[in-house]
């Protein structure tokens, strides 16, 4: 194939079509309360991790609704689940759950691939 | 006895015209159309709490059964003169009136959703405004013809026509948010397989009950809201439709396909209220919707003495609103005339 | 997908477009990439029509690929469009037939800028006047060549010698259009059918016998968009908008793509030759690539003109799968045959593994 000095780029683009909604329906059946998040940023703003390294609490729930496993999959390990979020919280989610649901429900579907 | 004129048979008129009825004027109210109402005719069912907008048609249809004073179906208004501290109103049938007072309750019209030419109403297939769906959502109504057999997902665009520099309505019609969450609760009632999506720039939940409605859509419904407008949609060869936004909350581009695609469509004063304030000599702002003494005090009178403003002819209102409006416009037309 | 809507449209958007006698400007690409289209547009004009356009070979670029990509002040390209003006005037005309969106876009945006703001005529009068010696007046009707050949268009098809059709099945050819983003998108109002639904195109297609596809990412840029092309490292945004073009019209499987822009057709073409070099990847039937035209290519096959006369030859996707089609007949040995019977060389295709 011919190198012509530029290529053709891959689209960033989210593709809802191509989202695979599995991780998201476990996390919601199990959290109910994770349904209401209304992205205000409160669990970000007083989040002990995010003040440190690069840990945006608030986009778990873009990521999870956007199917960004691979993302969410790294990004969690950063949690250190002290709650404080869940003081914050305006619509009272249980984000601690949140979190450790997304942990076993990313194993689970690991080791079915597997 | 005082004569009041009522310009326009909607909501805000037919209640205008019992209270002042109920004070002791006669009062003549003119609708254009074969039946009062206005559009609340058009509608099913009121947000928050899904009352049904014939109950409240009824209810103040009733309330003018009971009351004495005239009504003037599919009568526009010709012409309204000031004379000696009365108003002559002339008709297109030739109908002259003298009048003490005028209420303007010359309401709203919707926003022709063509001139967001890019989402495509009225060419693409599944593209739908709020007021279509209202109809639709009627007990017994066919929705597979606008939505397909088997819908899987359906979208909902927050602000077509308003807060929108190219359809040259600066202003928020209010009551779109709610409209859309409301019949995104409706939808998925009826259609419980179907995923919905809400594009919105802002939820502006204002009114009593609404937020909560908006929680219960998310909680219950599972109504999912992403923060973007749309750019565009197109018809793909299935007749679904390819939609663009931002999700800005992720900060990238989304595209999505959906079966049905409903445009929340916003109000404007229409060509109603810029003849009724032509007739009237009487300001407008420039939205188009008529001019208030001021925002607070005096939201009831217009820039003429003696003539009165009630509903959705000053801006977008709710009919909820557009009563307690009215009620007041009908109270400032009583101690106005007390005071002549 | 409902016509009526369409229909309701394009009757919002219709615009004057002069019916004789017209000042004709050039485009400075146009003649690089499709040398032949502008000459098949005197011809079309001159014996088809019996119209009477002038030329004036003192009329230069516009400049606007300069002004685009900020290299040309606005008191230039200004000074060098009064100066096309004044070529008109001279020669006595007010009609202008412009063959380029970008110098049609240059030249509305500078006539409603001098409505905008009389001081910036005035001052662009001086300038002309001092530089040049020559005076202008701003044209009565401003009209893109494309605009021309539509009002035009059951005029050329009353003299057809082929139609948009397939000639064995009777069939209408599925068209793709393409319209140049200054066409209309600057000012809606100065294109037939406006900037989302333009009818230029569409008009000319169905007038013809051909079936318009209208395919998901039909308003999505063609990858000319100056920025992104004129500097090597950009052309990946070029080659990659117009891929999403290409794999969005695919599976509606168009046989040719019309364009009325000299930008468009030009990499709608090229790239196709370049994303099979790169990725061996065709959009056509039979592992070809679509055919691209330009509007006077499509005019001019349908009135029975020699596609190599045409210059169709420079084509980098080749245009045989079109020609054969329509039931054109052309004479391969001469596809690379210059006036003189020499060959002019041969240029690298797409979906022809050559």
Not at chain 2, 129 to 143: C, F, Q, V
Not at chain 2, 151 to 163: D, E, T, Y
Not at chain 2, 170 to 186: F, L, P, R, W
Not at chain 3, 84 to 106: D, K, W
Request: net charge neutral; glycine share 8%; hydrophobic share 35%.
């Amino acid at each position: 194939m011919k190198d012509f000095g530029y290529t053709v780029i891959k689209q960033r683009t989210i593709d809802y079509d191509q989202f695979d909604g599995r991780l998201l329906s476990d996390v919601l059946r199990m959290e109910p309360s994770f349904k209401t998040c209304l992205s205000c940023g409160g669990c970000t703003a007083t989040c002990s991790a995010n003040d440190l390294v690069s840990f945006n609490i608030r986009r778990i729930n873009l990521s999870l609704r956007r199917g960004e496993t691979y993302e969410l999959e790294s990004e969690i390990q950063k949690c250190m689940l002290c709650g404080k979020c869940m003081l914050v919280c305006p619509r009272g989610i249980n984000i601690r759950n949140v979190i450790m649901l997304i942990k076993k429900s990313i194993l689970k579907y690991k080791s079915v691939q597997l | 006895m005082k004569h009041i004129v009522i310009i326009g048979g909607g909501i805000a008129g037919m209640e205008s015209a019992c209270a002042l009825t109920d004070a002791g004027h006669w009062v003549t109210l003119i609708e254009k159309e074969a039946q009062l109402g206005g559009k609340l005719n058009q509608w099913s069912f009121l947000f928050p709490d899904f009352t049904p907008a014939e109950k409240i048609k009824d209810t103040l249809f009733d309330k003018c059964q009971e009351r004495d004073f005239s009504i003037l179906l599919k009568t526009e208004v010709k012409s309204v003169q000031t004379h000696q501290k009365k108003f002559n109103i002339e008709t297109f049938g030739g109908q002259k009136l003298e009048a003490d007072a005028v209420v303007v309750s010359s309401g709203y019209e919707l926003f022709d959703a063509r001139r967001k030419e890019e989402y495509g109403y009225k060419i693409y297939d599944h593209v739908i405004t709020s007021a279509d769906l209202e109809k639709l959502l009627r007990p017994g109504s066919d929705l597979s013809v606008a939505a397909g057999k088997n819908p899987k997902r359906i979208a909902f665009v927050h602000c077509v026509g308003s807060r929108d520099e190219k359809s040259g309505n600066h202003y928020c019609s209010k009551v779109c948010c709610i409209t859309g969450v409301k019949q995104a609760i409706e939808l998925k009632k009826r259609l419980p397989e179907a995923e919905i999506f809400c594009f919105y720039m802002d939820l502006r939940m204002y009114g009593k009950h609404f937020e909560e409605l908006y929680r219960e859509a998310q909680e219950k419904f599972d109504i999912q809201f992403i923060r973007g407008r749309l750019s565009e949609a197109a018809e793909k060869m299935d007749k679904s439709l390819l939609i663009k936004a931002e999700d800005t909350l992720s900060g990238r581009p989304l595209k999505m396909n959906v079966d049905l695609l409903v445009l929340l469509v916003g109000m404007e004063a229409g060509k109603g209220t810029a003849t009724a304030a032509a007739k009237c000599s009487i300001e407008y702002e420039d939205s188009g919707f008529l001019k208030t003494n001021d925002t607070f005090l005096f939201s009831n009178f217009s820039s003429q003495e003696g003539i009165f403003l009630a509903g959705s002819c000053t801006a977008p209102m709710s009919v909820n609103d557009t009563i307690l409006h009215a009620r007041s416009a009908a109270m400032e037309v009583n101690s106005w005339l007390r005071k002549q | 997908m409902q016509n009526e809507g369409k229909q309701k449209i394009w009757k919002d958007y219709q615009k004057e477009i002069a019916d004789d006698h017209y000042f004709y400007v050039r485009s400075c690409i146009r003649q690089n990439f499709f040398p032949g289209s502008e000459q098949t547009f005197l011809k079309i004009l001159r014996a088809e029509l019996n119209k009477d356009i002038f030329e004036n070979p003192h009329h230069t670029t516009c400049s606007g690929i300069g002004y685009h990509s900020d290299i040309v002040p606005f008191d230039t390209i200004q000074t060098i469009v009064a100066r096309q003006f004044a070529l008109m005037t001279e020669a006595g005309y007010r009609n202008l037939a412009v063959s380029c969106i970008t110098s049609f876009g240059i030249y509305n945006e500078i006539i409603e800028t001098w409505k905008e703001f009389p001081n910036e005529l005035e001052k662009i009068r001086n300038y002309l006047k001092k530089a040049t010696g020559r005076e202008f007046k701003i044209p009565q009707n401003v009209s893109h060549a494309s605009d021309i050949i539509y009002k035009f268009r059951e005029d050329i098809f009353a003299r057809k010698k082929y139609s948009l059709t397939n000639h064995e099945t009777g069939k209408p050819l599925k068209i793709v259009e393409h319209i140049g983003c200054h066409y209309a998108k600057m000012f809606p109002g100065k294109g037939v059918g406006g900037a989302e639904f333009p009818h230029v195109l569409v008009g000319m297609i169905e007038s013809w016998g051909g079936e318009v596809i209208d395919y998901p990412e039909r308003r999505h840029c063609c990858g000319f968009g100056f920025r992104q092309y004129l500097v090597m490292s950009n052309r990946g945004y070029s080659i990659s908008n117009s891929k999403k073009k290409f794999e969005s019209m695919e599976p509606y499987r168009p046989d040719a793509i019309a364009s009325n822009c000299p930008g468009c057709p030009m990499f709608l073409d090229r790239w196709q030759y370049v994303i099979e070099e790169m990725e061996g990847k065709t959009y056509g039937q039979n592992g070809r690539g679509i055919p691209v035209l330009t509007y006077e290519e499509m005019a001019g096959l349908v009135l029975g003109y020699d596609p190599w006369d045409m210059g169709m030859q420079m084509h980098q996707t080749d245009v045989e799968p079109l020609l054969d089609k329509m039931g054109i007949e052309y004479n391969p040995d001469l596809k690379y045959a210059g006036k003189d019977g020499k060959q002019i060389g041969q240029v690298k295709m797409a979906g022809c593994k050559c």
